[in-house]
């Protein structure tokens, strides 16, 4: 006869080391079963199991460092008295670091992993990913950060244009984003079915934060030089009000990168109020204002000449900066949140809605030469390739030229636009790239416990989403006027409005793209003695349709007004199980099979201009599946990970300008039916040697790489195109490019990571990381990977050289640089009379390494022939384009707390 086992409770008080004071909704967990409760308003908690053995309790709490403590559970309860949790005197790390890590990977041209949502965890792995991989852009697990999640207080915040979280709208907010809930890869999560890269819930309650003042002000040679930072959380008063007010303000006339303009404020305001003990509503405003001027990729032959900050976009105009690429965000967010918590039910629902402005600057030039002081014809390069043979003395006397006047020539910009044969026309305009966003989202997700054995997880998000995208004059440098029309075609942009634009007004292009997306799922985590289970199941409906705002005469018949409305349909599941081998060993796997809407940028060819639809545009299918152990030692913690992740159906679509056998214009190149693969193994290890020194070891092997030869179409403006090789629509379908195996350009594919960390009794303590990076490539290009490559445009048959052996060499694909680098972490803190005053200071690359942290070729030369002789030199015109990484940076910060 089987007999029931009776339960047994840990319980015990929680205080403050230094104070003495309660600590209340402190986080209880025994490792291995994932059995949690939290402290009350007393600091008492009770964790009831009727698990028997060795196991480790884990007490955590925000601003605390973890205290573990090793419990041997048979038939009695433990009572563990009173525990004191120490203040993390590490703790302006992760403040701190977020943003920096945050504003260096963030880019226009670069896809991000966007791993400050990863800080927050106490995974050793993740933690090294996000403040030392995150130099060199590596992404955990190759992956894109559309396929992670990221929620305020439970609303999703993944932008429907491109799947990704979009952090300058809550940057410079580190004192209020500190509350965060994180499940890895595809484990299960409370609030979300969730994507393959994670899922991070922010919680923004002021009851969740640490109350008092915070006052902060830092110093650093990175992205942003100064920055000020205050916050004030009143904590709960009389049991019912809790509000946090926060606002941050960071500064750079010029960052670590050449003109590279940092001029942001954030403001943010929170209040909630306690219902009774089980219901909360909350309100929260975010206003963040983010202006940025932006550096470019460059070639290796710019580099050697001017050097790894060079910025092409920047010169100098009435004594100051000026940067003709600048970005501007400001998009508020107003979040209402509902939330009900008790034993057997937590309900979470909330709206939200997202209004503002993104801006991207660049500078226009119509029958008029390329501003660009690195265009290809101004570099040596250009001579030294030329046709009819090489020109050395030209070359010189291009390279003292670019010496000389590097930067970009806003004078003689002026100068052309006033000049009198233009009669007030504008031969160069600077405009803005804008997008106007009006998005709504509610969500309502809910966690019944049903017994103690299981638990139900559902939840059920809308979002609807207007985008406004135009081209607007921002400044007509000199000029009257711009004649708003298409340069190559002599056609015109908009055919119902007056051809004269004049600043402020919109020009170029003018639509609408509308998208809505509903989502269903539901979760069932059953626990079983050794045995944590779950099994989810998620149905999504995406609708997209865009709406020209333009008739534009290039396409006069589907330019302006709807286009056909896009719906996808997709059912995706996941399932993962647990096994406690003994409380401080266990081990887990996780599969998904996920099928996905393809993200709003990749369903329109040519959205600028017409309504035209990727033809047989598909759903992106996703199988994954990880496989973990986990150890829990008190002195030895860590984690061992395989996974393999194969994306099928992708499509992309890409804008360049090419030159070429089909035509020479700027085109828009699709890919569809394209797979890539991702596999490899993580580790991460921690050592606690003594009670002061811990010892850490991180290393991530990978192999990320293309699965399959995708389908190239390109299409022109029909002006562009050679009519006789295209169809009618302006397009021209290339076949397969041969791209299957070679390296995706997802960031360093091997990463290892040795620290060490001392922390002294008296409240210093310093830390350094060894760090070495490789197998990073360079992004290839894939029209020069399929047949028509080898074609020469002049006979119409295949070049006569174009043997396999000379293709494969001439498209080797471009390895970055292997680098090691060390940085350095350290910081003080002192208690005076109940204030806390600390001091953080960090240096990344502490030996100045130069590395290239990406790259991409360019499409530009769309024939053998024309690549080979560019590359006869062996310093090609078109060679591939890298960003480099930052040399040696500090960060230096005090923080005043009471």
Not at 88 to 95: G, H, P
Not at 186 to 204: R, V
Not at 294 to 318: L, M
Not at 392 to 403: H, R
Request: hydrophobic share 35%.
């Amino acid at each position: 006869m089987l007999y029931p086992q009776s339960p047994i409770t840990i319980s015990g008080v929680v205080k403050e080391n230094i104070g003495k004071e309660l600590i209340t909704s402190v986080m209880v967990v025994l490792e291995g079963e994932s059995i949690t409760t939290k402290t009350n308003e007393l600091g008492e908690f009770q964790l009831v199991t009727s698990h028997k053995g060795e196991f480790i309790l884990q007490i955590s709490f925000t601003d605390y460092n973890i205290k573990r403590i090793p419990v041997f559970l048979n038939n009695n309860s433990i009572d563990l008295g009173v525990i004191f949790l120490d203040r993390d005197i590490t703790i302006e790390k992760s403040i701190n670091l977020i943003n920096i890590t945050d504003d260096e990977l963030l880019d226009d041209e670069i896809n991000s992993n966007a791993l400050a949502l990863l800080q927050s965890t106490r995974d050793i792995f993740l933690n090294r990913a996000a403040f030392d991989f995150g130099q060199a852009f590596f992404r955990v697990r190759g992956y894109d950060s559309q396929y992670g999640e990221v929620h305020l207080n439970g609303l999703p915040m993944n932008k429907m244009y491109d799947g990704r979280p979009q952090w300058n709208n809550w940057g410079g907010l580190n004192d209020v984003i500190r509350n965060q809930q994180y499940a890895n890869g595809l484990e299960a999560s409370d609030f979300t079915f969730g994507g393959i890269l994670g899922n991070t819930n922010i919680d923004l309650r002021p009851s969740g934060l640490r109350s008092g003042t915070r006052l902060s002000s830092s110093l650093s040679n990175r992205t942003y030089r100064g920055r000020l930072m205050a916050t004030y959380n009143s904590g709960v008063k009389d049991e019912k009000l809790a509000y946090i007010i926060s606002a941050s303000r960071r500064w750079a006339k010029e960052g670590y990168m050449d003109g590279t303009l940092y001029d942001s404020y954030s403001v943010y305001g929170s209040m909630e109020y306690l219902l009774n003990e089980k219901n909360t509503i909350l309100g929260t405003v975010i206003m963040a204002s983010n202006r940025r001027g932006r550096s470019s990729a460059i070639t290796e032959e710019v580099q050697g000449i001017q050097g790894n900050r060079y910025n092409p976009y920047v010169g100098i105009q009435n004594g100051k900066i000026r940067n003709s690429r600048e970005r501007h965000i400001r998009e508020p967010l107003f979040l209402i949140n509902y939330h009900h918590e008790s034993n057997k039910l937590q309900i979470k629902a909330g709206i939200g809605y997202q209004t503002g402005v993104y801006k991207r600057s660049r500078l226009g030039y119509y029958n008029a030469p390329n501003p660009d002081p690195t265009y290809y014809r101004y570099l040596p390069s250009f001579y030294l390739n030329s046709p009819i043979g090489a020109n050395y003395e030209s070359a010189i006397q291009a390279e003292e030229g670019f010496l000389e006047h590097p930067q970009f020539d806003w004078n003689t910009i002026y100068k052309a636009n006033t000049s009198i044969s233009q009669n007030g026309e504008a031969a160069y305009v600077l405009y803005d790239d804008t997008t106007k966003d009006n998005q709504l989202t509610v969500r309502a997700t809910a966690n019944i416990n049903i017994d103690s054995h299981l638990k139900i997880d559902i939840g059920l998000t809308h979002r609807q989403l207007n985008s406004n995208n135009y081209a607007q004059i921002d400044d007509l440098v000199g000029a009257e006027y711009h004649k708003d029309i298409d340069v190559f075609s002599e056609t015109l942009n908009d055919v119902s409005t007056d051809v004269h634009k004049l600043e402020g007004e919109i020009f170029n292009y003018n639509y609408d793209l509308n998208g809505s997306h509903t989502d269903m799922y539901t979760q069932l985590n059953a626990h079983f003695n050794k045995v944590k289970a779950f099994v989810s199941g998620k149905y999504a409906m995406a609708n997209y349709q865009r709406e020209g705002l333009f008739k534009n005469e290039r396409f006069v018949d589907n330019s302006l007004g709807k286009s056909e409305q896009v719906k996808f349909l997709n059912w995706s599941v996941k399932s993962g199980a647990l096994y406690s081998i003994t409380g401080r060993h266990w081990a887990a796997v996780n599969a998904a099979m996920i099928n996905k809407a393809p993200v709003l940028q990749n369903v329109f060819i040519n959205p600028r201009e017409n309504n035209a639809i990727v033809p047989n545009l598909q759903s992106e299918t996703i199988t994954s599946i990880d496989a973990n152990y986990f150890l829990r030692m008190p002195k030895l913690t860590g984690r061992l990970t395989g996974f393999y992740t194969r994306f099928q159906n992708t499509t992309d679509v890409n804008f360049f300008f090419v030159d070429s056998g089909v035509g020479s214009d700027f085109v828009q190149e699709v890919i569809t039916d394209l797979d890539k693969l991702h596999m490899g193994v993580e580790l991460g290890l921690e050592y606690q040697l003594s009670s002061a020194v811990n010892l850490s070891l991180v290393a991530s092997v990978a192999k990320h790489e293309y699965a399959s030869n995708p389908f190239v179409t390109i299409n022109f403006d029909t002006a562009g195109a050679a009519e006789d090789l295209i169809d009618i629509s302006g397009s021209k379908f290339l076949g397969q490019s041969a791209v299957k195996r070679y390296k995706l350009a997802q960031g360093p594919q091997k990463a290892i990571a040795v620290g060490i960390a001392y922390r002294d009794p008296k409240y210093w303590w310093v830390s350094a990381s060894a760090n070495y990076l490789a197998n990073n490539y360079a992004n290839i290009s894939t029209i020069t990977r399929t047949q028509s490559f080898l074609i020469d445009p002049e006979t119409q048959l295949k070049f006569p050289d174009a043997t396999d052996e000379n293709v494969q060499k001439l498209l080797r694909q471009k390895l970055l640089d292997n680098f090691y680098s060390l940085n350095m972490v350290g910081g003080k803190s002192w208690l005076k009379k109940g204030k806390y005053i600390s001091v953080f200071a960090s240096i990344n690359n502490v030996f100045d390494t130069t590395f290239r942290t990406g790259g991409y070729e360019q499409s530009r030369n769309g024939n053998y022939g024309q690549l080979k002789q560019d590359n006869l030199s062996g310093n090609p015109s078109f060679a591939p384009k890298y960003w480099y990484g930052f040399g040696r940076t500090y960060f230096l910060n005090f923080a005043f707390s009471f």
